[in-house]
């Protein structure tokens, strides 16, 4: 199983306090490389939550903003007792929840020669095709919080303490999310066609 | 064991059981066959996910915009910190906190489209970028987050043009748009065919009709109409600042044509009329219609200089410099040949009160 080790998983502790320092202070430089390590990570699991596609990536960057606009200005909050990431891995989780909740009281509005827009994604031909595309779909079809928990495991390769500490919940109700997930996962990929 | 393990195959999947547990696992999975069924699922799945890529590194745009929340963000602090005493400063910081947070959020939401009246759909719906919205016979109210609101009128065709929240950019391929913007400069744009509408801070109205010809009334504030990417423009300068009282045709090949003030005289208004029906080809400005054009008219007088042919500008040139004397002799000079440092030093002058 391929381990996916996220930007600024190996820094130490002491790294991480100084920069948070630095940003509390108001440097412009550690703000910014702060902003280059989080940002990424942020927007690979909002943009895989909302879909992954040409809408999924313009909702996905905005709540990804919105995650780093609160991680900024909420620096001061921030206790230290636990690591950066778990603190923006829980805004991500619950920014990705909650922007599910208020689309689902939205109708979804009818698309207008949607292929003629300026803003359609040129390359949306050919990835729909793809294998990426499938499991992006199959993704995208299963319940939002077994969803966000095989994202944040993927993408973050946390462990089962650190996935409950984000997601607000027991170790054992990760394992049975995680594990009903992936089985979901499967069994949808399978259903589109998509079995490996 | 007894139960089946459903819960415990992700983390015996990879190898993270104990060797308890795995060990249990294992001894169940060789007289379950759905049990060894669903172990091959978990798998899947976990395989599954190594198609999905990471996004592409976040762009510069995302920073300016997170810049411009945190910039907000500093400023209410500050506002805050300077009329609050010190006694009283500390029972107050979660409310300072709270406040830069929700200035700053205000600020991401502003990204947010929402289409909130339409006389067909009983709940709102958010406009996605890309996506594009048709009025038909009907009128549509656009709600752009905090920034403020568009009022969109029969027969337009609009839509979302990008994702970042700043600045929030809308397309208009025909019809009418009148905005309501509250936000600081820059933050929301109106891209048309041939022109985009940059808010400086306003309440304006935009129609565009077939082939992207149109006009821009601004009733408050100022809106800049820059030349639309990739449109090719005649003249060199790029931006026609279009105050209050004023409006502007958008035209085909030429992006903005000349500022007109709403009382301008009839003979002037038809001058520059005459002018923006074939642009770059008025031979000559008539004099009643410059003797006609007061102080006030001078923006007109300025920008009316790109729309004509270069023949006629010298005389529309002096009549400007009568009423609004050149800043300097390189102006006086450099207007003929549309020079942009020339255009706006004398555009600054008008704007100053001349």
Redesign the interface.
């Known amino acids: 199983m391929q381990s996916r080790v996220g930007v600024g998983q190996s820094e130490s502790r002491e790294d991480e306090a100084a920069l948070v320092a630095a940003c509390r202070a108001g440097d412009p430089r550690a703000r910014r490389q702060l902003w280059e390590r989080l940002a990424p990570r942020v927007l690979a699991i909002a943009t895989h939550f909302h879909g992954g596609g040409a809408s999924g990536r313009a909702i996905a960057a905005d709540v990804a903003q919105e995650v780093l606009v609160k991680v900024f200005t909420r620096m001061d909050q921030y206790r230290g007792d636990a690591a950066l990431m778990t603190w923006v891995h829980r805004m991500t989780v619950n920014a990705c929840l909650d922007e599910a909740r208020s689309r689902r009281r939205l109708v979804p509005l009818e698309a207008v020669a949607e292929d003629a827009a300026p803003g359609a994604d040129p390359e949306a031909a050919a990835e729909d095709a793809s294998r990426e595309a499938l499991v992006r779909r199959a993704v995208m079809k299963l319940p939002e919080k077994l969803r966000i928990a095989v994202l944040l495991r993927h993408f973050e390769d946390l462990s089962y303490d650190e996935m409950a500490e984000a997601l607000g919940c027991s170790a054992g109700t990760v394992a049975s999310r995680l594990s009903r997930g992936h089985a979901l996962l499967a069994r949808e990929l399978r259903a589109l066609g998509g079995a490996s | 064991m007894s139960e089946h393990p ?6 015996f ?3 993270e059981s104990s060797a308890d547990e795995r060990a249990r696992i294992e001894e169940h999975l060789r007289s379950c066959e759905g049990c060894r069924e ?1 172990l ?16 592409q ?2 762009d510069e745009e ?2 300016r ?2 810049e411009a ?2 910039a907000q ?2 400023a209410v602090r500050k506002r805050r910190s300077r009329v609050v005493p010190i006694a009283v400063a500390a029972a107050i910081l979660a409310g300072v ?1 709270m406040l ?2 929700f200035s ?2 205000s ?3 502003k ?2 489209v ?2 909130e009246a339409d006389g067909e ?14 009025s038909g016979d009907g009128a549509l109210r656009l709600k752009l987050g905090a920034l403020g609101q568009a009022e969109i009128g029969p027969g337009t ?1 609009i ?7 700043v600045p929030l950019k809308l ?1 208009l391929e025909r019809g009418s748009l009148r905005a309501v913007v509250s936000a600081p400069p820059r933050f929301f744009i109106v891209q048309t065919p041939h022109a985009d509408a940059v808010d400086l801070g306003c309440a304006y109205e935009l129609e565009i009709g077939e082939g992207g010809r149109g006009v821009l009334r601004v009733d408050a504030g100022k809106v800049a109409l820059e030349r639309a990417e990739g449109a090719e423009r005649a003249s060199a300068w790029r931006s026609v600042d279009v105050p209050a009282m004023f409006s502007c045709s958008i035209l085909p090949g030429l992006g903005a044509g000349a500022p007109l003030r709403k009382d301008a005289p009839e003979s002037l208004a038809s001058l520059v009329r005459r002018a923006e029906a074939a642009p770059l080809s008025l031979q000559s400005a008539d004099p009643a219609s410059l003797l006609a054009a007061r102080k006030a008219d001078a923006l007109t007088l300025l920008h009316l200089l790109g729309v004509v042919a270069p023949v006629a500008r010298p005389d529309i040139r002096d009549r400007l410099d009568e009423l609004v004397p050149a800043p300097s002799a390189s102006a006086l000079d450099g207007v003929l040949a549309l020079d942009p440092p020339a255009i706006h030093a004398w555009s600054r002058e008008i704007q100053d009160g001349g």
């Open positions: 459903l819960d415990r195959l992700d983390a999947a990879r190898g669903e091959e699922l978990v798998r899947e799945g976990q395989e599954a996910l190594l198609a999905l890529k990471a996004p590194a976040v995302g920073w915009a997170l929340a945190l963000s500093d906190t830069a947070v700053a959020m600020l991401v939401r990204g947010r929402v289409i759909r009983s709940a709102p719906a958010v406009l996605e970028p890309g996506e594009f919205v048709e065709r839509g979302r043009v990008g994702s970042a929240p397309r």
